[in-house]
């Protein structure tokens, strides 16, 4: 059976919808990805278009599928201990803090399926043995949440992940598990998942000391950026560090944090 090809009005509805929902921008180019995501939802339901579907969508008798759409249509590539200086920059601060018998706070803002604080888990297990360390991982889609709870990955995605780190910290597969690796227990506890849309009105989240929100502005337009990332300054405490995607910038978007480096902010 061939795939229900998406008409450039509905492309355009679901635009405006992901918008609403989440706060992503999606651009033309992304007309290809929207209807290979959605095909299955159509199928599912029997339905002969796109726009048979968003009428589904916003007609509320199937109030789970809106969250259905939204991971299918949010849903990023990330992996173990991505732009190491970020990590280079977390160890120097962790070990500063271990000096002043500070354990630090770290969110994760757009967690996807884990692997980002799970890596900053390690760094501050290993630097911050002892002390009440707290890492939380957010996103909005409660798909990649699920996975990352479990935090058991294919081994081709630990290849990042320092040797001492992988010995520690994760359990090769055997049997039917080869080729994946668990992350340990403990390490999994100290890591608390939720799931939080960043264009709406953060819940009480409390400080933070460093704050990742990495490769995810440059899926949202600059008005929603400036909201998103006030928003997320609220909860980085005086002297904390935001830090962003390599490929990404606040320029224009805040005054409120100065840069230290190349997408390292500083929060005076």
Same mark, same amino acid.
Request: hydrophobic share 40%; glycine share 8%.
């Given at each position: 059976?061939s795939?229900?090809?998406?008409?450039?009005?509905?492309? /355009?509805?679901?635009? #405006?919808?992901?918008?609403?929902?989440?706060?992503?921008? =999606?651009? @033309? &180019?992304?007309?290809? $990805?929207?209807?290979?995501?959605?095909?299955?939802?159509?199928?599912?339901?029997?339905?002969?278009?796109?726009?048979?579907?968003?009428?589904?969508?916003?007609?509320?008798?199937?109030?789970?599928?809106?969250?259905?759409?939204?991971?299918l249509?949010?849903?990023?590539?990330?992996?173990?201990?991505?732009?190491?200086?970020?990590?280079?920059?977390?160890?120097?601060?962790?070990?500063?803090?271990?000096?002043?018998?500070?354990?630090?706070?770290?969110?994760?803002? /757009?967690?996807?399926? #884990?692997?980002?604080?799970?890596?900053i888990?390690?760094? =501050?297990? @290993? &630097?911050?043995?002892? $002390?009440?360390?707290?890492?939380?991982?957010?996103?909005?889609?409660?798909?990649?949440?699920?996975?990352?709870?479990?935090?058991?990955?294919?081994?081709?995605?630990?290849?990042?992940?320092?040797?001492?780190?992988?010995?520690?910290?994760?359990?090769?597969?055997?049997?039917?598990?080869?080729?994946?690796?668990?992350?340990?227990?403990?390490?999994?506890?100290?890591?608390?998942?939720?799931?939080?849309?960043?264009?709406?009105?953060?819940?009480?989240?409390?400080?933070?000391?460093?704050?990742f929100?990495?490769?995810?502005?440059i899926?949202f337009?600059?008005?929603?950026?400036?909201?998103?990332?006030?928003?997320l300054?609220?909860?980085?405490?005086?002297?904390?560090?935001l830090?962003?995607?390599h490929?990404?910038s606040?320029?224009?978007?805040?005054?409120?944090?100065?840069?230290?480096?190349?997408?390292?902010?500083?929060?005076?």
């Open positions: 059976m795939m229900t090809e998406i008409q450039e009005h509905e492309f /355009a509805k679901f635009q #405006g919808f992901i918008f609403d929902q989440a706060g992503i921008t =999606l651009s @033309d &180019a992304k007309k290809s $990805l929207v209807s290979g995501r959605l095909a299955k939802r159509l199928a599912h339901y029997r339905l002969s278009s796109y726009s048979d579907y968003l009428k589904l969508l916003q007609g509320g008798s199937e109030p789970g599928e809106v969250q259905i759409a939204i991971d249509l949010t849903t990023n590539e990330t992996y173990f201990f991505r732009e190491p200086k970020h990590f280079e920059l977390l160890l120097k601060i962790a070990r500063q803090a271990t000096q002043e018998n500070r354990g630090l706070r770290v969110w994760s803002a /757009a967690s996807s399926t #884990g692997e980002e604080p799970y890596s888990a390690m760094v =501050l297990a @290993d &630097a911050q043995a002892g $002390l009440p360390w707290t890492v939380l991982g957010t996103d909005v889609s409660s798909r990649v949440l699920r996975h990352a709870r479990i935090g058991h990955y294919q081994m081709e995605r630990a290849s990042n992940i320092p040797a001492d780190f992988l010995k520690k910290y994760c359990l090769r597969g055997i049997g039917v598990e080869a080729g994946t690796i668990l992350l340990q227990r403990e390490l999994r506890e100290r890591v608390q998942f939720s799931q939080v849309n960043l264009n709406k009105p953060l819940p009480a989240l409390g400080q933070f000391d460093i704050i929100l990495r490769n995810v502005l899926y337009s600059n008005d929603t950026k400036r909201q998103v990332v006030q928003r300054l609220g909860h980085l405490r005086s002297g904390g560090h830090l962003i995607g490929s990404e606040l320029n224009d978007i805040t005054s409120a944090v100065r840069a230290v480096a190349p997408s390292i902010y500083l929060k005076p």
